[in-house]
């Protein structure tokens, strides 16, 4: 609420601005999973602004570099630019996916043997 009388124009205007910013953070908070970060300290929001920040650029170039459609989807550019640039992340959580799952193959006569190669 203001103490002046404002214009309709003037609300107007910074409704379009406020909103763009809600927006901004419902992308931070439910597509890169920083809702659930903790935010109890002051260390603990700086580390969170950093983080969606950064999750956040790094999406959104990763968007503009490639040749994704027209209409921005930040699951599919957050997904892209984790395969991007951090491939061992994703194999890492790929394999722990498999030895969760060597229960089940097994148990259908399916035996998974994974192993390093040299190269």
């Not at 002046?4 to 124009?9: E, G, N, R």
């Not at 994704?68 to 722990?96: I, K």
């Amino acid at each position: 609420m203001s103490t002046q009388p404002l214009k309709a124009s003037t609300i107007s205007w910074w409704g379009k601005r406020r909103w763009k910013i809600e927006g901004w953070f419902k992308t931070a908070k439910h597509r890169f999973g920083l809702d659930r970060f903790g935010q109890g300290t002051l260390l603990g929001i700086y580390r969170w602004l950093v983080l969606s920040i950064t999750a956040y650029l790094l999406a959104y170039w990763t968007y503009l570099s490639s040749c994704l459609p027209d209409s921005l989807d930040w699951g599919q550019a957050a997904f892209l630019a984790l395969y991007t640039f951090l491939p061992h992340l994703v194999l890492s959580l790929l394999l722990l996916d498999i030895e969760r799952l060597r229960p089940l193959a097994l148990s259908h006569g399916i035996d998974i043997t994974i192993s390093r190669c040299k190269i």
